[in-house]
């Protein structure tokens, strides 16, 4: 299960160990698809999910290509997810989905949204 707190917060770790990473997806967004600038695979939401659940790796599958609002439905949290954590997530993921740096993507978000969970 994943809590909410420690997504968040891994996005934001991988933001600081890689902020001019870039994603280059196949097509489009994909959570377990697509090279990254810094050599992983798969945009940044995806790849923080994985980490702080790999359990969660068929739903993130099924979803590879969904908004992270779609996603978060079907993701197990060990609390209900909200709003303000779905926006900013979503925010971070459409920035970078824009071809903007993770670093950009992450400040962007907290712009928009107020910085969740610092």
């Known amino acids: 299960m994943i809590n909410p707190?420690?997504?968040?917060?891994k996005v934001r770790e991988l933001a600081e160990n890689s902020?001019?990473?870039?994603?280059?997806?196949?097509?489009s967004c994909s959570y377990t698809q697509g090279e990254c600038s810094n050599g992983t695979v798969g945009c940044i939401m995806g790849q923080a999910v994985l980490a702080v659940d790999p359990s969660q790796l068929y739903m993130v599958k099924m979803y590879d290509t969904n908004s992270f609002?779609?996603?978060?439905?079907?993701?197990?949290?060990?609390?209900?997810?909200t709003e303000e954590e779905v926006k900013w997530c979503?925010?971070?993921?459409?920035?970078?989905?824009?071809?903007?740096?993770?670093?950009?993507?992450?400040?962007?978000?907290?712009?928009?949204?107020?910085?969740?969970?610092e």
Do not use: M
């Open 90 to 117: 979503s925010n971070v993921q459409g920035i970078q989905d824009d071809g903007e740096c993770w670093k950009k993507a992450v400040d962007e978000a907290d712009g928009w949204n107020g910085e969740i969970n």
């Open 69 to 81: 609002h779609n996603l978060s439905l079907n993701l197990l949290f060990d609390r209900p997810i």
């Open 19 to 27: 902020p001019d990473c870039v994603y280059n997806g196949v097509t």
């Open 5 to 9: 707190e420690d997504l968040i917060r």
